[in-house]
């Protein structure tokens, strides 16, 4: 008589990248239009020392509710507020100065340039590797962007002093992520974007109110409804994936995920605010998509081979 052996079979461990990688470009290229919604309604400075002092508000309240552990040190609460100074204060706020004279779309794509710039400066700080199908992948991306570009450029109906806010925004988010990555803060990302948030604001505050009045804000539902977005989605959600993806992907790979902002961001603004967008403009999505695959894909493992 034999006894039947009981053996464990292992579960398949649903990977749940993708989704966060899908949830993440969804809201960061969103935020360029309630972002464009936004600045329509309030003074582009105001806007953000406000959602930042209340995401940061937010967060560490909601960490002291729940008598989460304080496991950051003064280093690394230090690292995530410079940090915040970069990503928030700086990106922001001259992205948003930029989005006054600038359409929703062409602010995406501006900022999705930033893959090109992490990459090279990846490789010089951070020794990540540079193969060649990551330098084509970043090429087709380049080329995809660019035409989009000189296809918006070429209808004429974005400031040029808008465009140099905006770039100075790219130049700000690249910093923060190589910073993010050079410095590495240990412990509770959740806490450390609630650090983040509030040095943001901290850094807005006196500029928001010097350079800008709070009887030029306009209320409107529309307005509280894209604040309520920037808050929950953009300030918490949005950055909390983007640090998470940072810390798994690498800074190169995570930041070739800003090449699709270009295309979601148009669609957004069409739908949305009803921003023009041509067939020809949609062209640029191909070599984009193209060149986030082989800027993403992992390597494939090396084969071992018999003595």
């Known amino acids: 008589m034999s006894a039947a052996t009981s053996m464990s079979v292992p579960r398949t461990r649903f990977n749940t990248l993708p989704l966060l990688i899908a949830l993440f470009c969804l809201l960061w290229s969103y935020a360029f239009v309630a972002g464009k919604i936004g600045v329509t309604d309030c003074p582009p400075l105001i806007?953000?020392?406000?959602?930042?002092?209340?995401?940061?508000?937010?967060?560490?309240?909601?960490?002291?509710?729940?008598?989460?552990k304080w496991d950051l040190s003064w280093r690394d609460a230090a690292v995530f507020a410079v940090i915040g100074v970069a990503n928030n204060a700086l990106y922001l706020g001259l992205g948003y100065t930029g989005l006054k004279t600038v359409s929703a779309g062409l602010g995406a794509l501006i900022v999705s340039a930033n893959p090109v710039f992490t990459a090279m400066l990846a490789a010089l700080f951070l020794g990540e590797i540079m193969t060649l199908r990551k330098v084509i992948g970043l090429v087709l991306g380049i080329a995809g962007v660019a035409f989009i570009v000189w296809h918006r450029l070429k209808i004429g109906t974005d400031?040029?002093?808008?465009?140099?806010?905006?770039?100075?925004?790219?130049?700000?988010?690249?910093?923060?992520?190589?910073?993010?990555?050079?410095?590495?803060?240990?412990?509770?990302?959740?806490?450390?974007?609630?650090?983040?948030?509030?040095a943001g604001g901290l850094a807005v505050m006196p500029f928001a109110f010097t350079?800008?009045?709070?009887?030029?804000?306009?209320?409107?539902?529309?307005l509280a409804g894209a604040f309520a977005f920037l808050v929950l989605g953009g300030s918490i959600l949005a950055y909390l994936l983007w640090f998470h993806l940072?810390?798994?992907?690498?800074?190169?790979?995570?930041?070739?995920?800003?090449?699709?902002?270009?295309?979601?961001g148009m669609l957004f603004a069409y739908l949305v605010l009803g921003e023009h967008v041509e067939f020809r403009d949609l062209l640029g999505i191909v070599p984009v998509a193209l060149g986030i695959y082989l800027v993403t894909r992992p390597a494939a493992p090396a084969t071992a081979r018999a003595a």
């Not at 806007?47 to 989460?68: E, K, P």
């Not at 350079?211 to 529309?222: C, F, K, N, T, Y």
């Not at 940072?246 to 979601?264: D, E, N, W």
Request: charged residues 10%.
């Open 47 to 68: 806007l953000l020392a406000t959602r930042f002092s209340l995401a940061g508000v937010l967060i560490l309240g909601i960490s002291w509710l729940r008598s989460d």
């Open 159 to 198: 400031s040029p002093h808008g465009i140099l806010f905006t770039l100075a925004s790219l130049a700000s988010i690249v910093a923060g992520t190589i910073l993010f990555k050079l410095l590495a803060p240990k412990g509770s990302l959740w806490i450390g974007n609630g650090i983040q948030n509030i």
């Open 211 to 222: 350079l800008s009045s709070a009887s030029d804000i306009v209320p409107s539902m529309r």
């Open 246 to 264: 940072l810390k798994v992907c690498g800074a190169t790979a995570a930041s070739a995920y800003h090449f699709l902002m270009p295309p979601l």
